[in-house]
């Protein structure tokens, strides 16, 4: 699978945006999904992710009731929700495919991840 992020910018704090992965290639509903963030000089780390059937989330504690995630198989779409965003969310977004079976948890780490997206800037001015 092939991953595209869009839906980046600058955005005031207290704003919203959201972010789009567009895929393609065969099987994007065996895939779960997930998005990452790094930040100038940190490590990319894990924000969301949601199962293959779209029935289980996970977040990060940071986004935890500011951010959703969603997909879209019909359309090979996976979207992030971000409201409530702070100069802490300022960071290149990332959407990641992992291959997986039906119960397969989501996984936070990168190394579980098989496709990446080439990432999208989300700039949050205080």
């Known amino acids: 699978v092939q991953l595209q992020a869009s839906g980046g910018g600058v955005v005031q704090a207290g704003g919203s945006l959201r972010l789009s992965c567009a895929a393609s290639?065969?099987?994007?509903?065996?895939?779960?999904m997930g998005w990452f963030r790094q930040a100038p000089g940190k490590e990319r780390e894990f924000v969301a992710g949601?199962?293959?059937?779209?029935?289980?989330?996970s977040y990060a504690e940071s986004v935890k009731g500011r951010f959703t995630i969603s997909r879209d198989d019909d359309k090979k779409m996976v979207y992030l929700q971000m409201n409530s965003l702070d100069a802490e969310d300022t960071a290149v977004y990332y959407c990641?495919?992992?291959?997986?079976?039906?119960?397969?948890?989501?996984?936070?780490?990168?190394?579980?991840?098989?496709?990446w997206g080439q990432g999208t800037q989300v700039t949050v001015s205080s």
């Open positions: 290639g065969r099987n994007f509903s065996r895939y779960n």
């Open positions: 990641a495919a992992d291959w997986a079976i039906v119960s397969a948890p989501i996984y936070s780490t990168t190394d579980q991840y098989d496709a």
């Open positions: 949601i199962s293959r059937s779209g029935a289980r989330t």
